[in-house]
């Protein structure tokens, strides 16, 4: 079981509010991901974090950020929330190497109004 | 440009046997990897191939062909449990995952 948690599960706010996602996992895992996943879409890569202090942007980075100072620690934070963010967004962990597998968390599904 | 497809949705019925295909087109090969996802929750992994080849794991197999750019997902003696998308994801040449938009599996009795 996955021992991977986000916070909140869902959130519903208004247009320009600043929002924090949280992640946490207990694993251990130096590499951490955002993705942002739409209904029957792909998943699109926000950020990513190999470990401690290194954060790297995705495809979808421009209005996000992030950080990564503990380990276990990575959230997702919105300047300026927007009704195009309306999104699912699931982080996840893997210990790397070619096979390794990622971890999702349960994800944070987001509406902006 | 990078690109995964599979069948957008399919429709088997319980106790049979489907295929769910994936090809794909990247900059580099570094394994291929089969995730399942339940409605409304995360997805799980199910397995990984980066030799061509049949990885067999109880009901689940998977299929890979490099050449071809060619993977499958074999789904055996199918359950009700076993409706939920079925996503395809490819490692490039950076490492990073190029994720399919998934296939829809439904199940009916």
């Known amino acids: 079981e996955a021992d991977i948690y986000q916070t909140p599960r869902y959130l519903v706010i208004g247009t320009g509010k600043k929002i924090t996602l949280e992640c946490s996992q207990t694993m251990g895992h130096d590499k951490m991901y955002w993705y942002q996943q739409d209904p029957g879409m792909e998943l699109h890569l926000i950020h990513y974090?190999?470990?401690?202090?290194?954060?790297e942007k995705g495809d979808l980075s421009s209005e996000s950020t992030v950080s990564r100072i503990r380990t276990e620690h990575f959230p997702l934070t919105l300047e300026s929330a927007r009704p195009s963010h309306t999104s699912q967004y699931l982080c996840?962990?893997?210990?790397?190497?070619?096979?390794?597998?990622?971890?999702f968390g349960e994800g944070s599904r987001l509406t902006v109004l | 440009g990078q690109n995964i497809d599979q069948p957008t949705e399919m429709t088997a019925t319980e106790g049979a046997i489907v295929q769910i295909n994936c090809t794909y087109q990247?900059?580099?090969?570094?394994?291929l990897f089969w995730y399942q996802q339940h409605a409304g929750e995360a997805p799980t992994f199910l397995s990984y191939n980066v030799l061509d080849g049949l990885e067999e794991k109880g009901r689940f197999s998977s299929f890979l062909s490099r050449s071809k750019g060619y993977s499958y997902l074999l789904l055996k003696e199918l359950q009700m449990k076993d409706s939920a998308s079925y996503l395809c994801a490819v490692k490039d040449s950076n490492y990073q995952l190029i994720w399919g938009a998934g296939t829809k599996l439904i199940i009916k009795p």
């Open positions: 990247t900059s580099g090969f570094n394994g």
């Open positions: 974090s190999y470990g401690v202090n290194s954060t």
């Open positions: 996840a962990s893997t210990k790397g190497g070619e096979a390794g597998e990622l971890f």
